[in-house]
């Protein structure tokens, strides 16, 4: 962990949070762009993006408060909106994220971390997400305090949509949802991902992150909307609606604002998509190693607290 942190000079944990580390500089008009810790099935890949063959990008959001309950006959039932979402103790406790495909004759091609992109490569996908999170030493959870005052690292994270959707929902139950398609033309759709490869490159593993400042802002909420006004040229109405971007308080409405939500009502449910990758036996057995692998690392940095 940097200097600047409450935790500095602990290891920052192996949980897959990691920004990217550019093979070459990434220049603005990129075809095809290079690098190291895109996320994919629990492990670290070198990717090549073709920039070129980005069509389509999605605004995503999931609430990470506790869900309101009431007493059921059978234990606690979970409150539901209208929507199909929880109600939430906290609503303006919001991730927001975003999600690339790309055309089918264009994947995006995975190789060993570090090693040669010759050859076939060990992955081919058609979608991925760009998501800045927070991350500290082992047995450190996300919390307020350490959010708002800075000590966490900001890693901004290239992940697959399936390793998102494992580590979301299969393990932590989030009801991530998807707008629909953003009304950008295809020069701002690959702008887009090419400044979010540049700040994620930029950032590194050496960026607080802070949930709340009233300059300096450096959240989930912050980045991918400040790096969405970068790529899009608004009308003054819009403009305006752009200022509003850093407290998590509903990313749906911020993109409404912008006038890019080309269609309000449209609402996808990523488990309902995902839902034979989740039902998937692998992936059921996957996710009980990883919880239990989670628990022995979280007794173990709690031993060495004490």
């Not at 090693?115 to 992955?123: I, M, Q, V, Y």
């Not at 690292?153 to 494992?166: G, N």
């Not at 992150?209 to 989930?220: D, E, S, V």
């Amino acid at each position: 962990m940097p200097r600047w942190s409450r935790y500095a000079g602990q290891a920052i944990a192996n949980n897959g949070r990691h920004s990217i580390a550019a093979v070459e500089p990434i220049a603005d008009d990129a075809a095809c762009v290079t690098f190291d810790y895109f996320r994919h099935e629990g492990a670290d890949w070198r990717a090549v993006a073709p920039v070129a063959g980005v069509r389509d990008v999605s605004g995503q959001t999931y609430n990470f408060s506790a869900p309101k309950t009431r007493k059921g006959e059978n234990g606690p039932e979970t409150l539901f909106r209208p929507s199909g979402l929880p109600r939430r103790k906290i609503p303006i406790l919001n991730h927001v994220q975003c999600r690339f495909l790309f055309a089918d004759d264009q994947p995006v091609r995975l190789y060993p971390n570090g090693g040669p992109t010759s050859g076939e490569p060990a992955h081919t996908l058609h979608d991925i997400i760009y998501s800045a999170e927070a991350t500290g030493p082992e047995g450190v959870l996300f919390n307020l305090r350490d959010a708002v005052m800075g000590n966490m690292v900001c890693a901004h994270r290239l992940l697959s949509t399936q390793e998102m959707v494992f580590e979301r929902v299969a393990v932590e139950g989030q009801y991530v949802v998807e707008s629909a398609p953003l009304a950008l033309k295809p020069d701002e759709q690959r702008r887009l991902l090419t400044r979010a490869l540049q700040r994620s490159n930029r950032a590194g593993m050496d960026e607080p992150y802070y949930m709340l400042r009233l300059w300096g802002t450096n959240n989930c909420t912050s980045n991918p909307l400040e790096i969405l006004d970068e790529v899009v040229s608004y009308d003054w109405l819009h403009w305006l609606g752009a200022t509003l971007y850093r407290l998590p308080l509903s990313p749906r409405f911020y993109l409404r604002l912008r006038g890019l939500d080309s269609d309000p009502s449209f609402r996808k449910f990523l488990r309902v998509e995902f839902a034979d990758y989740l039902n998937d036996p692998a992936t059921r057995r996957r996710r009980r190693d990883h919880v239990k692998q989670a628990i022995a690392d979280r007794r173990k940095a709690q031993g060495r607290g004490r």
